[in-house]
């Protein structure tokens, strides 16, 4: 048994060894960049209102609302994004609090993304802030790093916005080295130099450990990334599983994943077609819940926030209307039905037996770990992430709202789409993308 165990281990750990090696020699030459804006909620603000600037300054959501972004001055003083207002308050009482306005970060997260794309012919675009470029290849006719710090000048120059940037020869190392030189920075960790460079730095700054997996390594007195480099990776593996060996990989400066094409998702949205058209009206709110709490929990689920939601209805002669209105972003439920069920009034007014209805988002934006920016408090970002939490690991129909019980599209698949549901003929799932590409889950063409 011991010596299976051994024979198993020895495999393992040669495998990914041998991994190791092999994404080394072969990716070793790649060029990455990780460009991220310094403190973005903030600096846009203080572009709007340059009587913020070199003051302490907060972005969120009231009172009983969470840090959504905090000025580099206020950072001094322990206060971070996530953190309740109230807490910061306390430890910074002179910060200013300010509202976010998300029409603003949305419009110059667009227009450093217009820039890059105008520059580079490889970028993936991981958040609102937050860019990895492909410079390979270009350092034969540039430099890679002159090219990478032109760019940077170029986005503070066009935007105001201050940016800093890490470059290695992967995203892992290229986002920790980022992070160490913010603000309005930049540096470059040579090919070779990865594990040096990870070295003497917290394990907390490896991107994927967060607070519960950094307070177990502590536990197993883990503090610097060194431990884990001399640490065997079949030991990580024991104590955290398959995260286990990636952050193991990441620690020792090893990370193979490709900057992917930015695709821009411009809606989701899902629709029903009934099994026998129907005019029951209270049936279909429920199944308008049901199918909000599903978009919404995607929307959660990809960080996304959406500002324009829409109902669509089709009788049973085919007429079909749609109704929209544009909303302060949110990724709420308890927000969103509320609109969609207006909605629906507003356009159920014929009293004809209905054949389809469907709900879309549009107007969609990146939104980090908010939900809801002008009303996100603890409480509600509690219950979101315990609700979400239950979803995912029991199933999305496992926890749902009493009036959409007895609806639950337990078919529906809003990642990989079409699937019978207990409610109606058939589920559409629609994601929209913004090159004009549809991915969509059944033969039924017309939008909402
Ligand atoms: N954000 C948010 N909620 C969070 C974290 C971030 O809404 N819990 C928003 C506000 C940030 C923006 O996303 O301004 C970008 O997130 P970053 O993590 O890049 O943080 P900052 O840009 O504010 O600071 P840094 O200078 O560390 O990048
Ligand atoms: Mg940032």
């Not at 390979?136 to 002159?146: A, C, E, H, I, V």
Request: proline share 4%; charged share 25%; glycine share 6%.
């Amino acid at each position: 048994m011991i010596f299976l165990k051994r024979v198993r281990y020895n495999r393992l750990y040669c495998n990914h060894y041998i991994d190791c090696i092999i994404s080394m020699a072969q990716l070793s030459d790649r060029q990455i960049v990780h460009m991220d804006l310094d403190c973005f909620f903030v600096s846009v603000s203080r572009l709007l209102h340059p009587e913020l600037n070199n003051k302490p300054v907060i972005v969120g959501g009231g009172e009983r609302g969470v840090v959504a972004a905090c000025s580099y001055e206020t950072r001094r003083y322990g206060v971070h994004s996530a953190m309740p207002i109230r807490q910061a308050k306390r430890l910074c009482p002179e910060a200013v609090i300010i509202r976010g306005d998300y029409d603003a970060y949305s419009s110059h997260s667009d227009m450093v993304n217009e820039i890059i794309s105008e520059k580079v012919p490889l970028y993936e675009r991981s958040s609102i802030d937050e860019f990895y470029i492909d410079f390979t290849g270009m350092d034969r006719f540039f430099g890679s790093y002159k090219f990478a710090t032109e760019l940077r000048q170029c986005i503070i120059r066009e935007t105001g916005l201050p940016i800093s940037f890490g470059m290695s020869a992967n995203k892992t190392v290229s986002k920790v080295a980022t992070d160490e030189v913010k603000p309005n920075n930049q540096m470059k960790v040579d090919s070779g130099e990865e594990k040096f460079f990870l070295a003497p730095l917290s394990v907390r700054k490896i991107p994927m450990v967060g607070e519960k997996t950094y307070t177990l390594l502590r536990s197993m007195g883990v503090e610097k990334v060194k431990t884990v480099q001399e640490m065997p990776v079949e030991l990580m593996e024991n104590v955290l599983g398959e995260n286990g060996v990636s952050i193991w990989k990441k620690s020792n400066g090893i990370d193979p994943s490709p900057v992917e094409p930015y695709h821009e998702q411009k809606s989701m949205s899902t629709e029903e077609t009934f099994e026998q058209d129907t005019i029951d009206v209270q049936r279909m709110k429920h199944i308008l819940i049901a199918m909000t709490e599903k978009l919404c929990f995607r929307l959660r689920s990809e960080r996304k926030l959406t500002a324009c939601v829409a109902v669509k209805i089709r009788y049973s002669n085919f007429d079909t209307h749609t109704m929209q209105c544009r909303i302060p972003y949110t990724s709420c439920d308890h927000t969103l039905i509320k609109y969609v069920k207006e909605l629906f009034e507003k356009l159920f007014h014929r009293r004809l037996l209905i054949r389809l209805i469907g709900v879309k988002f549009s107007h969609l934006i990146g939104g980090g770990h908010q939900i809801n920016l002008f009303e996100d408090s603890e409480e509600i970002i509690n219950l979101y992430q315990a609700m979400d939490k239950m979803r995912l690991r029991y199933g999305e129909d496992k926890i749902q709202r009493a009036a959409a019980l007895s609806f639950s599209l337990r078919g529906f698949n809003p990642f990989n789409g079409l699937s019978k549901s207990p409610v109606g003929k058939q589920t559409r799932d629609t994601l929209l993308l913004a090159d004009g590409d549809v991915k969509t889950s059944a033969p039924d063409n017309t939008e909402i």
